[in-house]
């Protein structure tokens, strides 16, 4: 049984960080893609930043220089570190998993940022 499970979340404030992360089970979590999206309330859900098995990461504009991913193979654990936070990255955040055609989601974390 495959799980993705994230942690981290909470209340922030502005200019804080968090570091988010996603527990995997049940997959050989090198050969996945893993990214974190996220989704604010009333808006779709939208790509956070991805990473490769090997490492390679890519950020959506908004949070370049702000985020970074990064993952442990040996832990099978994915993160998202999360700096100069701002009120727009209120969302729940979610970790997947994908390969090729397989992908899975967890339950997502919320994120706050407010004063």
């Known amino acids: 049984q495959v799980q993705l499970v994230e942690s981290g979340g909470g209340l922030v404030q502005p200019g804080g960080s968090l570091r988010l992360s996603c527990a995997a089970s049940?997959?050989?979590?090198?050969?996945?893609?893993m990214a974190w999206y996220r989704q604010a309330s009333g808006k779709q859900r939208e790509l956070v930043a991805t990473?490769?098995?090997?490492?390679?990461?890519n950020y959506a504009d908004s949070v370049k220089g702000r985020f970074t991913i990064s993952r442990d193979n040996a832990k099978n654990t994915v993160y998202l570190e999360m700096n100069n936070l701002k009120p727009e990255d209120t969302a729940v955040y979610y970790c997947?998993?994908?390969?090729?055609?397989?992908?899975?989601w967890g339950k997502g974390t919320l994120v706050t940022i407010s004063s």
């Open positions: 997947y998993a994908r390969k090729i055609t397989i992908n899975y």
């Open positions: 049940g997959i050989t979590f090198s050969l996945y893609v």
């Open positions: 990473i490769t098995g090997a490492g390679t990461s």
